[in-house]
């Protein structure tokens, strides 16, 4: 059985969640305490040592980002809480960790719990911190890496070393400046809602392409791109439209011009 606090400075949030948990849950998780702070919430992680925290992220006195500051080592799995789209979701995913939207209910925290259970051991959850630590230290939008979710962990992965993405059915390719391939256990899609729009673009159903990687352009058979490595990729032709604006945008310095001065 899996242990856990609630790290929650809303009275009411905390004991709905723990409502929730002993509910629908208490054959799988033992409630351990009940923390309104986050400096609470560090006295009982010491003194529990629990498998989960539930950490809600705004708190009046710290915030729940905070709390990494009090551990060297991160040896627990950390669930954020939020009751809205808070601007830290998109380091949250890209760091692959999860949240939880309040108000909680009962499917949401199912299909967490599930993930969780399927995590093979805690040594990549201090990777995960890691990457979300550095992100959330970013510019908003601007994250420099993310967690690739493998098929026995995860791979930290710098945002700008992505070449491109190859959908391979249930799965995905990421291919880096390294000449390695990276097999993903998620679907293109899903890594698609993860990479910043302004970088990458979606040029077929099957590939997601870094702009900054792309050598040239052709149309005399088809719609080619040819990447830095020598790859050579189909342009899909319902998307060749969109891809030379962008195309177009991306390498005129006018529009970078423009956007300064905006």
Do not use: W
């Not at 710290?62 to 809480?81: A, H, P, R, S, W």
């Not at 020598?230 to 310095?253: C, H, I």
């Amino acid at each position: 059985m899996k242990t856990c606090i609630i790290i929650d400075d809303e009275k009411n949030a905390r004991e709905a969640l723990a409502k929730i948990i002993k509910r629908y849950f208490d054959t799988k998780i033992e409630m351990l305490f009940l923390a309104d702070s986050v400096k609470k919430g560090v006295f009982a992680i010491n003194k529990h040592k629990p498998d989960i925290v539930f950490l809600d992220i705004e708190m009046p006195e710290e915030n729940g980002f905070k709390l990494f500051d009090y551990f060297d080592i991160y040896d627990f799995e950390v669930i954020f809480t939020t009751a809205y789209k808070h601007y830290a979701i998109d380091a949250i995913k890209f760091a692959a960790l999860d949240y939880l939207l309040k108000p909680i209910n009962y499917i949401d925290l199912r299909d967490v719990l599930v993930r969780l259970e399927k995590k093979k051991g805690k040594s990549s959850n201090v990777d995960q911190i890691e990457v979300f630590l550095n992100n959330i230290n970013s510019d908003p939008g601007n994250f420099n890496k993310i967690a690739l979710p493998t098929l026995d962990g995860f791979q930290l992965e710098k945002v700008n070393n992505i070449v491109y993405c190859q959908a391979e059915e249930s799965y995905c390719k990421i291919f880096t400046n390294r000449n390695e391939a990276i097999l993903v256990a998620r679907p293109l899609k899903g890594i698609e809602e993860l990479l910043p729009e302004k970088l990458f673009f979606r040029i077929h159903k099957s590939y997601l392409v870094n702009m900054n990687y792309i050598k040239s352009y052709s149309k005399a058979e088809g719609y080619i791109v040819t990447l830095e490595n020598g790859v050579q990729l189909d342009v899909a032709t319902r998307r060749n439209e969109d891809f030379l604006k962008e195309l177009t945008k991306s390498s005129d310095p006018e529009c970078d011009n423009e956007e300064d001065e905006a």
